[in-house]
C-alpha cells in the first residue's frame, strides 16, 4: 500500500520564498611565526515566505532572511590562540541564530521574522604537543521585541575542556559544558 508509506513534506519559509539563498565569505590570512591569523567576514541574504491563517483568512507574508558576521582566528604566542565569531541578523534560525527560531506563526509579534545577534569566543592553549586545553563562552540574543511569551529570550554557554591526541587520528577529551537559558515573560 503506498499511501501507507507516503510521506507529505511541507516547504518551509525559504523555499516558498522561491528565490535561492546567497551566501559569501571574504577572509585575509597571514603567516606569523609559524601560525596563521585570519580574519573573515560574511553574509547571508534570502527571501522568504510565512503562511498561516487569520481567523479562517489564508495569510502570505513576505521577508527577508539576512545576516552579517566578523570571525577571527588570532595566535596570541606559540602555546595560546583565541578565536571567535560575532553576528547579527534577521530570520537565522536555519543557522542557530535567534536561539534556531526563525519566525513566530502569522499574526504574532516576529511574524516577518526574529531578529538576533551574538557569538562566541575560545582560548586555546597548548600545554604541549600531546595536551590542549579551551576556555569558550558563547552569547545568542534574539530581539524581544520579535518574539511571544514562552519562546527563548537569551542563550549563554560556557565551556572547557581539556584534550590528549593519541594520534593525528585519535584524540581523548574531557568537557564541562553549561547552557543557561533565559525565557520569554516567563519567571
Known amino acids: ?15 516558498l520564498g522561491r528565490l535561492p539563498a546567497v551566501e559569501t565569505r571574504f577572509a585575509y590570512s597571514a603567516p606569523v ?7 573573515g567576514f ?3 541574504w534570502n527571501s522568504a515566505e510565512n503562511t498561516g491563517t487569520i481567523g479562517t483568512v489564508p495569510v502570505a507574508l513576505n521577508f527577508e532572511s539576512w ?7 588570532l595566535p596570541v604566542s606559540k602555546r595560546i590562540a583565541l578565536t571567535g565569531e560575532a553576528y ?7 543557522f542557530s541564530g535567534g536561539i534556531s527560531q526563525t519566525l513566530a506563526p502569522v499574526g504574532e ?27 569558550a563562552y558563547g552569547i545568542d540574543s534574539p530581539d524581544l521585541r520579535n518574539l511571544i511569551t514562552g519562546s527563548r ?30 525565557y520569554r515573560n516567563q519567571v
Open 42 to 44: 560574511s553574509a547571508h
Open 153 to 182: 529570550a537569551k542563550n549563554q554557554s560556557y565551556m572547557s575542556n581539556i584534550m590528549y591526541f593519541l594520534s593525528p587520528h585519535v584524540t581523548f577529551a574531557i568537557e564541562w559544558r553549561r547552557f543557561l537559558t533565559n
Open 67 to 73: 545576516g552579517v558576521a566578523a570571525d577571527f582566528n
Open 109 to 135: 509579534a516576529g511574524d516577518r521574522g526574529i531578529g538576533s545577534r551574538g557569538g562566541w569566543m575560545q582560548a586555546q592553549i597548548n600545554l604541549s604537543k600531546k595536551w590542549q586545553g579551551n576556555i
Open 88 to 94: 547579527g541578523g534577521h530570520a537565522l534560525g536555519i
Open 33 to 39: 611565526q609559524d601560525r596563521t591569523v585570519t580574519v
Open 1 to 15: 500500500n503506498a499511501a501507507a508509506y507516503a510521506v507529505a513534506r511541507v516547504p518551509k519559509a525559504g523555499e
